[in-house]
Nanobody, 121 residues
Framework: QVQLVESGGGLVQAGGSLRLSCAASGSIISIRTMSWYRQASGKQRELVAGIASGGGTNYADSVKGRFTISRDNAKNTVYLQMNSLKPEDTADYYC???????????????WGQGTQVTVSS
């Protein structure tokens, strides 16, 4: 069994910063890509940023230059540093990871429970 536990969300004023963390635990052999998604009220879930096991990253255009994704492979943890936050960044943020576990020879998608980020104007 694998769990992804997110932390770091909250309420912040526009222009402020937050740092999200997501730690994976369980019978993990390997983690491939780790990503952050977000879903605003009434909208579809969208990819915010992703990071491969080797460190390559990709970002949504709307967050480039403001958000930075990183990971600590020894801790099975991914981070999202969010700077210069805007009200339109308000959403529930979800961690996603492609994980191979003991007993299975394939990578499967796992999701965290979500953490709320609210940016006030």
């Amino acid at each position: 069994q694998v769990q992804l536990v997110e932390s770091g969300g909250g309420l912040v004023q526009a222009g402020g910063s937050l740092r999200l963390s997501c730690a994976a635990s369980g019978s993990i052999i390997s983690i491939r890509t780790m990503s952050w998604y977000r879903q605003a009220s009434g909208k579809q879930r969208e990819l915010v940023a992703g990071i491969a096991s080797g460190g390559g990253t990709n970002y949504a255009d709307s967050v480039k230059g403001r958000f930075t994704i990183s990971r600590d492979n020894a801790k099975n943890t991914v981070y999202l540093q969010m700077n210069s936050l805007k009200p339109e960044d308000t959403a529930d943020y979800y961690c996603n990871a492609e994980i191979a576990t003991y007993g299975r020879n394939v990578f499967s998608d796992y999701w965290g429970q979500g953490t709320q980020v609210t940016v006030s104007s």
